[in-house]
């Protein structure tokens, strides 16, 4: 049996955490995740206004980065049954929680 | 003249948010430089000592990633006039300042 020492747990606590921390690097980088979070939170929340706030994205390009944020859980679709379908999208309460966390990268990154 | 807009300006107060938190991300993004970054700040802060502490990195990405994060001003090296000569890395302000946002990020991709 190996010996757990403080230094191990210690060692498994870090590597945990970075690990962590790299996937939710991975999770939202990119060019437009951060900014499809922020419109979809002030309520430009439809793949028609997404695609005129986010000027030079293309549909493809705005599908795919919707579907992943879905995936992670950041987001959920809203479907609205009218002629023609409606679908909004909105923050899961993790995608609500990163929100902080983004205004506080972006002041971090101003700093000198 | 344009007008400017309470809405013009809210679009660029927003468009400047989102290019910050984007630079940020760009700025730690990648499998190793948040890594990096805690391990100096738990004074595991010279060359040798961090390519053993992160299994698996190569010098030269290793050196690179030192290069980039100093010139990103996250961190410092100290000349230590030793016979070898020795370098110290440490974390600047605005490497330190990252810290807690790290912290938030690791704790935040944990959730459900």
């Known amino acids: 049996m190996i010996k757990e020492t ?25 060019r437009w995740k951060a900014l499809i979070l922020i419109h979809i939170s002030e309520e430009t929340n439809r793949f028609s206004l997404l695609k005129s706030a986010l000027g030079g994205i293309s549909d493809q390009t705005l599908g795919k980065c919707l579907k992943e944020l879905e995936r992670d859980g950041l987001l959920w679709k809203e479907i609205i049954a009218e002629v023609p379908v409606r679908v909004d999208y909105h923050l899961s309460e993790k995608g609500k929680a990163l929100l902080p966390i983004l205004v506080s990268l972006s002041e971090w990154s101003d700093m000198k």
Chains 1, 2 share one sequence.
């Open 6 to 30: 403080s230094s191990n747990a210690l060692n498994k606590a870090f590597l945990l955490k970075s690990c962590r921390i790299n996937t939710a690097l991975d999770t939202i980088s990119g």
